[in-house]
């Protein structure tokens, strides 16, 4: 089975922190992605990579960037975080190749609380 | 852009009723898919479909995909407690499409059955 996984289910931290995000997936998959959920807004895109070292911005990049190393590595980075980035955060995984049905596989999600 | 309208928002049924989710959109999708999400976790996929008109079917759970793939539903037999979460349905652009390898997310529907 797809295994993702998230370095941490709960996080809080103070505004102006710099948090980091991890995400870690055993399936070989080309494609990784970092989404963040809120109540009535469903899930939005903030980062999309589809190869190492390669990355696209998606809906809502802004105050955000990522970063991969490794293929099964995908790290979203909060440069600054601030109160309005309090949300929950989910990482996806799925295999280029199958693109154009694009399964994803998603971790447990880190839900982030910035005071 | 390409937006799905997922309906209804909410949905509170009792044990055994039946129920029918839709998502529908203006844009053809090339595949469309159904997740399902448990309170504190990612969510997870239930179904992918991929041809005009197609139905499939998961125990109590059927799928079907529009004749253009535009729109999808989900319809729920005899709802049981265990069915309780948030369904939500994501469309996947063939390749060409400027969203190619990403997934647009419907706003998802919160299922909750009473016993």
């Known amino acids: 089975d797809v295994k993702v996984t998230q370095s941490s289910r709960y996080l809080v931290k103070r505004t102006g922190e710099k948090v980091f995000l991890e995400c870690v997936q055993d399936?070989?998959?080309?494609?990784m992605f970092w989404y963040r959920q809120d109540p009535g807004l469903g899930l939005r895109l903030i980062y999309f990579?589809?190869?190492?070292?390669?990355?696209e911005k998606g809906d809502i990049p802004e105050g955000y960037s990522v970063s991969r190393e490794k293929k099964e590595r995908f790290s979203l980075i909060l440069e600054s975080a601030s109160t309005n980035q309090t949300s929950m955060y989910l990482c996806?995984?799925?295999?280029?190749?199958?693109?154009?049905?694009?399964?994803?596989?998603f971790g447990p999600g880190t839900r982030l609380t910035v005071l | 852009t390409q937006l799905l309208e997922q309906s209804p928002q909410f949905l509170s049924i009792q044990e055994g009723e039946n129920l029918t989710v839709y998502c529908n959109s203006s844009?053809?999708?090339?595949?469309l898919q159904w997740y399902r999400q448990e309170p504190g976790e990612g969510p997870v996929l239930l179904v992918t479909?991929?041809?005009?008109?197609e139905v499939k079917k998961l125990k109590r759970l059927t799928f079907q995909f529009g004749d253009a793939r535009k729109d999808s539903s989900l319809h729920i037999t005899a709802a049981q407690p265990g069915d309780t979460g948030l369904y939500l349905c994501?469309?996947?652009?063939?390749?060409?499409?400027?969203?190619?390898?990403?997934?647009?997310f419907g706003q998802g529907t919160i299922l909750t059955v009473h016993p």
């Open positions: 996806a995984s799925s295999f280029w190749a199958s693109s154009r049905y694009n399964e994803q596989f």
């Open positions: 399936m070989d998959h080309e494609n």
């Open positions: 990579s589809y190869d190492v070292k390669m990355k």
């Open positions: 844009s053809v999708f090339s595949s």
């Open positions: 479909v991929v041809t005009g008109g």
């Open positions: 994501a469309g996947a652009e063939g390749p060409g499409g400027t969203s190619y390898g990403k997934l647009t």
